[in-house]
Structure formats: C-alpha cells, structure tokens
C-alpha cells in the first residue's frame, strides 16, 4: 500500500487491492459507491463480528455499496496466495467474493490514516468517492448504530 494524501484527515490511502474473485481494484478510486459501506476488520477472530453486520443491514440482500476489508501486514506474495485461497474456501457465498477485499498492508499506516485507534473491535466506515471517511461506528451491530451509517450512506433518509 502506498499512504497518499498525508496530514488529510481520516481517509483510505490509495492502495491496490484484490477482492476474492481476483478482481483489481485502485482504491479509493474503485469504490463501488458515491458513499460505500467498508467494515475493517484485523483478526481472522473478529468475522463473527463483521457478520453481525452484513446479516443486520441485510447487505446481501441490497444494493447498498458496500466491501468487507480485512487488514493484513503485508506477508508477502506466497503467502497473500495462501491467505486469499483460504478466505475463499471459508467463504462459502460466492456472491459474498467481489466484497471481500483484503488489504494487505502496514497496518499502522493504514490505521493512522483512518484515524482507528484499536485493532480489538471491527470499524464501520462510511466513506465518500474520495476515500475520506464520513461515519464511522465500531463493534457489533446495534440498531442505533446501523442507523447511523444508512443515514450517512444516504444523508436523505
């Protein structure tokens, strides 16, 4: 990853990433959305977590823009194919694949970037074409927070 934009705040730095289908991405750029749902998570133990939220917002089942990004320190090539094929034989949805980017990464950068201060609970950004986060709630999924991120995904609401 390439940290981009240094001294803006909260924001995704430009990073080329893949999703579980192979497909490349430049993100920001590549977001799906005017404003994208990405729920950041950083331990293989906190998918239970990310879960409660693509069930609670019923993302598959929307046309919310939206992507699940796990943050790895970047182990290398032979490794990244290990990790991507893994995550592919958990994930048994294949439509949950073009959603799943992992970013491999120096987490501490990418963090300072995005202003998250702990590795210990999942983060849900709302983030705008440009990458700059708009909302952010962390944790499990809640009403009251899942309705703070649609009303920032959709400020009409």
Request: charged share 25%; proline share 6%.
């Amino acid at each position: 990853m390439c940290i981009a934009d240094a001294g803006i705040a909260a924001h995704l730095p430009t990073v080329q990433a893949k999703d579980l289908n192979g497909r490349v991405l430049a993100l920001p750029k590549d977001l799906p959305g005017e404003r994208t749902i990405a729920i950041v998570a950083f331990q293989r133990e906190q998918q239970p977590n990310v879960d409660t939220w693509t069930r609670g917002l019923k993302l598959l089942e929307s046309s919310l823009p939206w992507l699940e990004l796990p943050v790895i320190d970047d182990p290398g090539a032979v490794a990244r194919w290990f990790i991507a094929g893994g995550m592919r034989r958990g994930i048994k949805d294949h439509a949950l694949w073009q959603h799943v980017v992992t970013l491999y990464t120096r987490k501490a950068d990418l963090n300072r970037a995005l202003e998250i201060t702990s590795e210990a609970t999942v983060y849900v950004l709302v983030l705008d074409r440009e990458g700059r986060v708009v909302e952010r709630v962390s944790g499990d999924y809640s009403p009251a927070a899942a309705e703070q991120v649609l009303r920032a995904v959709n400020p009409q609401r």
